[in-house]
């Protein structure tokens, strides 16, 4: 799909006519303050890495209000910025701890790549104000660092989709090449390989991926095609189906594919994508989160190209629709929501956490899976692995039924023939009944696991937590342990060995 954007993109883009219009954000949100240049020698930077970070997003920071103020821009400390991003030893984020890149093969991730977009934007609209030589070093370093080895080496995960930020990368580094490379065959050189990239990112099975990955993601694509004009069709409404699918309330997501609740997400991004897509609904929301919590867009090129986006977004004054139930496309996300509590379910996301259910009521997580711990059963003392388990949703009148075949998401020394985990929410009872229906090659032992957001008081036939009572069928031993972050793990045990059955929870809703 992208690589038939190919040829026309050399047509248009391949010369020094491109001349894309930037309309930038305001600078006075989101932004780090503006300092100065704090030098570390190479000691002091390997010594105190936390530090050295402040100091390079500092400098981004300074560098991107400079480019979004409506003051002309001062050359001086733009050279000087620029000046101290092309002498770092390296642009990535330096995870790993390495003074120096690796000869011929630099790191690229997220940060160096944002790093790449900035400085390139910088030199175009910065445009005469800049010295030739200040224009060709920007030039020669993004090349070195970026757009060469992406050529030269097919081994970068994100040209094939693959890897953290992999879309963000991918668009970055397209936009970058797009802004500094004057030569029509280089730039043909450049961009095939990019454009490759972003054909098999989409090309990849569905998996959830963490909420700000996918909306950085997606933005990056949104900004970098509005930016060159692309004229086929983006493949963002399954990634807006996850947003509409994971909303809480306020500015809370369920994010189970990271931090397990994200907060912080930029409504700006999201308005503009449900823009793209025509979704009025992503657009409320969007809008809606801009008024709680107003922040900029997350990524360069949509800082620099977004800000019409800000009058659009402030004349929307509905709130985003809350979803009685839905499912997204890939089957990876369900919410349902009553007038009491809301219930999520998420599937198969690679991280030990297929069929995974979330519950809050009265804004408290009552069932609160992540960081390596969820309410999902384990099996012989074995926890999930990566397996496709995509969950459905039927959604009735006064019920709505969940549910997921786990079966897959087992590793075979479980000896586990099928997992079906099944919740049916009933409005009228204000009520859930789940149930987990197991079957075993041989009796095993299993543990039902329900992570609390709040501590659960334990009865002997009973357990309240919040405005919730759980109840269960069957012989099961019950106890309660406590996590170092505050929740509370609820186990369930049945007191004989496990080959067949239904396992049966019921929680039901009270003053």
Request: aromatic content about 8%; overall charge negative; glycine content about 10%.
């Amino acid at each position: 799909m992208f690589q038939d954007e190919y040829v026309r993109l050399l047509a248009v883009f391949g010369g020094p006519g491109f001349r894309p219009q930037a309309a930038p954000w305001a600078a006075d949100e989101g932004g780090l303050p503006l300092t100065e240049n704090a030098y570390m020698p190479l000691s002091e930077r390997m010594e105190q890495p936390g530090r050295y970070m402040r100091v390079r997003l500092t400098e981004r920071a300074a560098l991107m209000a400079m480019l979004c103020s409506a003051e002309d821009v001062d050359a001086t400390r733009a050279g000087d910025l620029i000046a101290a991003l092309c002498e770092e030893l390296r642009w990535s984020d330096n995870a790993d701890g390495q003074a120096f890149d690796e000869p011929g093969r630099p790191a690229i991730d997220r940060f160096a790549a944002e790093t790449g977009a900035l400085l390139a934007w910088t030199v175009r609209l910065m445009g005469d104000k800049l010295a030739p030589a200040a224009v060709a070093t920007v030039r020669g370093e993004i090349r070195r660092r970026l757009l060469s080895p992406a050529m030269a080496q097919e081994d970068y995960p994100f040209l094939r989709g693959e890897g953290t930020a992999a879309l963000t990368v991918l668009c970055d580094l397209l936009m970058a090449a797009a802004l500094v490379e004057t030569d029509a065959a280089r730039f043909a050189r450049v961009t095939r390989p990019l454009l490759k990239g972003l054909d098999a990112f989409f090309a990849r099975p569905a998996a959830l991926k963490p909420l700000r990955e996918l909306v950085d993601g997606l933005t990056a694509l949104n900004d970098v095609a509005d930016a060159l004009g692309f004229e086929a069709a983006l493949p963002l409404e399954d990634g807006l189906d996850e947003l509409m699918c994971a909303w809480v309330e306020a500015d809370r997501f369920l994010d189970p594919a990271g931090t397990g609740t994200e907060r912080g997400l930029s409504g700006a991004d999201i308005y503009r994508l449900g823009e793209r897509c025509g979704d009025r609904a992503a657009c409320r929301l969007g809008a809606y989160l801009g008024r709680i919590k107003p922040m900029p867009p997350v990524n360069v090129t949509g800082r620099l190209t977004a800000g019409g986006a800000r009058a659009q977004m402030e004349a929307v004054k509905a709130d985003p629709p809350r979803l009685r139930a839905g499912a997204s496309r890939d089957g990876l996300r369900m919410l349902v929501r009553t007038p009491d509590f809301l219930c999520a379910m998420n599937g198969a996301a690679g991280h030990g956490n297929a069929g995974d259910v979330r519950l809050f009521t009265d804004g408290l997580p009552l069932l609160n899976g992540g960081d390596g711990t969820f309410s999902v059963p384990l099996i012989g003392g074995l926890k999930q692995v990566e397996g496709a388990c995509p969950c459905t949703l039927e959604a009735m009148d006064t019920r709505d039924m969940l549910s997921i075949d786990m079966t897959q998401a087992y590793p075979e020394a479980c000896g586990l023939r099928s997992l079906q985990r099944t919740l049916v929410v009933s409005r009228d009872e204000r009520s859930i009944r789940w149930v987990d229906a197991v079957a075993l090659k041989l009796p095993e032992d299993i543990e039902f696991r329900f992570v609390c957001g709040v501590k659960p008081s334990v009865f002997a036939t009973a357990v309240r937590f919040g405005r919730m009572r759980l109840t269960w069928e069957g012989g099961m031993d019950v106890s309660a342990r406590a996590l170092q972050d505050g929740r509370t793990l609820l186990s369930f045990r049945p007191v004989q060995a496990v080959s067949r059955g239904l396992y049966t929870f019921i929680f039901d809703w009270g003053e």
